[in-house]
């Protein structure tokens, strides 16, 4: 359905239930004529490439579950707010905007922490690891710097997926779990890594993507 010349649509005092994705509109604002409704029987929202310049105020005053929300390619700038880091979240797709500041540490229940191309610097805290049900992180094309904590390569054991390219990491690579490593895909390219690749690497059976930084 196209709907191109729609202007304004109205879907409030419904029991709508599941994902709403209005992902690749024209939006530069959500507005929603209650600020304080309550859109607790939706799990999902979808508002990736929507020309947005902030995060729609309504997300503030929910306090349902959302399993997946995605704000992806939009113009929005400033830190994370924390509000979002408060939420119980398994999907956050934020890349491709320009947010700045360190990487915050998000609910233990996330799965997915998509953050690539935007502004982000500082080094990753080791908090990162308190995420016990992280599963992808893409932290590419950013301003990282510094080591990777040595805990991370410990997380090799429920990471699926990983991409810390284009950033300014220096140091070793952490040995990555010698018990168990469930990591398919890897990049750590455009970096100054220093050394050499961890021989535990050899314990990803399941690797079909990995991509190297130039050693010094």
Same mark, same amino acid.
Not at 37 to 42: C, E, G, K, T
Not at 105 to 120: D, E, K, P
Not at 131 to 144: C, I, S
């Given at each position: 359905? +196209?709907?191109?010349?729609?202007?304004? $649509?109205?879907?409030?005092?419904?029991?709508?239930?599941?994902? *709403? !994705?209005?992902?690749?509109?024209?939006?530069?604002?959500?507005?929603?004529?209650?600020?304080?409704?309550?859109?607790?029987?939706?799990?999902?929202?979808?508002?990736?490439?929507?020309?947005? @310049?902030?995060?729609?105020?309504?997300?503030?005053?929910?306090?349902?579950?959302?399993?997946?929300?995605?704000?992806?390619?939009?113009?929005?700038?400033? +830190? *994370?707010?924390?509000?979002?880091?408060?939420?119980?979240?398994?999907?956050?797709?934020?890349?491709?905007?320009?947010?700045?500041?360190?990487?915050?540490? $998000?609910?233990? @229940?996330?799965?997915?922490?998509?953050?690539?191309?935007?502004?982000?610097?500082?080094?990753?805290?080791?908090?990162?690891?308190?995420?016990?049900?992280?599963?992808?992180? !893409?932290?590419? !094309?950013?301003?990282? @710097?510094?080591?990777?904590?040595?805990?991370?390569?410990?997380?090799?054991?429920?990471?699926?997926?990983?991409?810390?390219?284009?950033?300014?990491?220096?140091?070793? *690579?952490?040995?990555?779990?010698? !018990?168990?490593?469930?990591?398919?895909?890897?990049?750590?390219?455009?970096?100054?890594?220093?050394?050499?690749?961890?021989?535990?690497?050899?314990?990803?059976?399941?690797? @079909?993507? $990995?991509?190297?930084?130039?050693?010094?």
């Amino acid at each position: 359905m +196209q709907l191109s010349q729609l202007s304004e $649509l109205d879907l409030s005092h419904n029991m709508l239930t599941g994902y *709403i !994705d209005l992902s690749a509109n024209g939006f530069s604002s959500i507005i929603f004529p209650e600020p304080t409704a309550n859109v607790s029987h939706i799990n999902g929202l979808g508002l990736g490439s929507c020309n947005l @310049t902030e995060i729609p105020q309504i997300l503030k005053n929910q306090e349902s579950e959302w399993n997946w929300l995605d704000l992806s390619n939009n113009n929005i700038s400033g +830190q *994370i707010p924390e509000w979002v880091l408060q939420r119980t979240l398994y999907t956050l797709d934020l890349s491709f905007n320009n947010f700045h500041g360190t990487l915050p540490t $998000l609910q233990a @229940t996330i799965q997915i922490y998509l953050v690539s191309n935007n502004r982000l610097s500082g080094e990753i805290p080791s908090s990162i690891c308190e995420m016990e049900n992280l599963q992808a992180l !893409d932290l590419a !094309d950013n301003n990282f @710097t510094g080591v990777l904590p040595p805990c991370f390569g410990n997380h090799s054991s429920r990471f699926s997926a990983f991409s810390l390219s284009g950033n300014n990491f220096i140091g070793k *690579i952490p040995e990555f779990n010698k !018990d168990r490593c469930r990591l398919t895909a890897v990049d750590l390219s455009s970096n100054s890594f220093e050394g050499s690749l961890p021989r535990s690497l050899m314990n990803c059976s399941g690797m @079909t993507s $990995l991509l190297v930084p130039r050693f010094y």
